[in-house]
């Protein structure tokens, strides 16, 4: 069975997030003076074959330690999608 | 195997950019250049390893991440592992500390902007295969050019890195002062450059390689590419 999965990638709380400043300080340009605490992070999206999505999970687990995040300076979090019960959405 | 002349090998990933410049800063030291492949698992028997800067792999996803993973890491590991002099510059510290051989990370500019310049690096240790021949306190010149220099870790590893000496160098002013105004991506600690634990493993953002010849600016890098040699001969005749 194929798995879509959605993963969010954010930098550990407390470490310099320039993006996220940068797009803090555009924001009273457009009108926003009210908007603080911005940050940046990455959204991936990817499909897993697998027999079983406990089985599909344990791999996007490993490819978002292993690569999508750097453990140094980044959090992942597997997103759980809409409307199922827990699980990756099958299709 | 080597006689006199240090064998030093430098990595090409699709997409590095010094790699000539680092070859060539070996020769003009009196060394020999080795080209090295990222995709061989082969460093050619070389005395020491020199991950170049540039953008490896399109440096997508992060600077270095896939670069990290690339097939002759593997071999990178292991000359490390078994006492091997290796140094990162630019892109390759970033490679190495994605690779897990450096502690901490780079991530963007404090000022978000892609910065060329000149800039003045206090030696905090002379403990590693690059800071021989230099003193702690010592002052050199050489460049920076990065978007992503910006060295961070968490605060607990930061006071690992200070606690252990790990910091090699830091960004200062001329006379070895360091302060907000000489710290040109904002680096925790003005931290240019850090060393592993067993202090083989070197990497740092500023270009010595392109610090070598007279001609074309300051040569601040001699002095390291001068210990790096040394630092290959006396581990190729040990």
């Known amino acids: 069975m194929r798995f879509t999965f959605e993963l969010l990638v954010t930098l550990k709380p407390g470490l310099a997030d320039p993006q996220g400043k940068a797009v803090e300080a555009s924001l009273p340009a457009l009108?926003?003076?009210?908007?603080?605490?911005?940050?940046?992070?990455?959204?991936?999206?990817?499909?897993?074959?697998?027999?079983?999505?406990?089985?599909?999970?344990?791999?996007?687990?490993?490819?978002?330690?292993?690569?999508?995040?750097?453990?140094?300076?980044e959090d992942f979090r597997v997103l759980e999608p809409s409307g199922s019960e827990g699980g990756a959405s099958a299709g | 195997m080597t006689v006199g002349t240090p064998r030093v090998g430098v990595i090409t990933f699709p997409g590095s950019l010094d790699d000539g410049d680092a070859l060539r800063a070996v020769e003009i030291m009196g060394g020999e250049g080795v080209a090295l492949w990222h995709a061989d698992h082969d460093l050619r028997g070389v005395d020491a390893v020199v991950l170049p800067?540039?953008?490896?792999?399109?440096?997508?996803?992060?600077?270095?991440?896939?670069?990290?993973?690339?097939?002759i890491l593997d071999e990178v590991r292991a000359f490390a592992d078994r006492g091997g002099p290796?140094?990162?510059?630019?892109?390759?510290?970033?490679?190495?500390?994605?690779?897990?051989?450096?502690?901490?990370?780079?991530?963007?500019?404090?000022?978000?902007?892609?910065?060329?310049?000149?800039?003045?690096?206090?030696?905090?240790?002379?403990?590693?295969?690059?800071?021989?021949?230099?003193?702690?306190?010592?002052?050199?010149?050489?460049?920076i050019k990065h978007g992503e220099g910006q060295y961070v870790a968490t605060s607990e590893q930061l006071?690992?890195?200070?606690?252990?000496?790990?910091?090699?160098?830091?960004?200062?002013?001329?006379?070895?002062?360091?302060?907000e105004g000489s710290n040109p991506n904002g680096s925790l600690d003005a931290i240019a450059g850090v060393r592993n634990e067993a202090g083989n493993v070197v990497g740092l953002m500023p270009?010595?390689?392109?610090?070598?010849?007279?001609?074309?600016?300051?040569?601040?890098?001699?002095?390291?590419?001068?210990?790096?040699?040394?630092?290959?001969?006396?581990?190729?005749?040990?």
């Open chain 1, 31 to 73: 009108g926003f003076s009210d908007v603080s605490d911005v940050h940046v992070g990455r959204h991936v999206r990817l499909d897993v074959e697998a027999p079983s999505e406990p089985e599909a999970r344990v791999q996007v687990e490993d490819i978002a330690r292993r690569l999508l995040s750097n453990p140094v300076i």
């Open chain 2, 53 to 71: 800067g540039g953008f490896s792999y399109g440096d997508y996803l992060r600077c270095g991440a896939i670069a990290g993973h690339a097939p």
């Open chain 2, 86 to 143: 290796v140094l990162g510059i630019c892109n390759g510290f970033q490679i190495l500390c994605e690779a897990g051989l450096l502690p901490g990370a780079l991530i963007r500019n404090a000022s978000l902007r892609f910065i060329c310049r000149d800039v003045f690096l206090r030696v905090e240790s002379s403990q590693t295969p690059v800071t021989g021949e230099l003193v702690p306190g010592e002052v050199i010149e050489i460049p």
């Open chain 2, 159 to 179: 006071r690992a890195i200070e606690d252990e000496g790990l910091v090699v160098f830091r960004y200062a002013d001329r006379t070895g002062e360091v302060g």
């Open chain 2, 207 to 238: 270009h010595p390689e392109h610090a070598v010849d007279p001609d074309v600016g300051p040569t601040g890098g001699q002095p390291l590419f001068a210990a790096l040699l040394a630092s290959a001969l006396a581990g190729a005749r040990a």
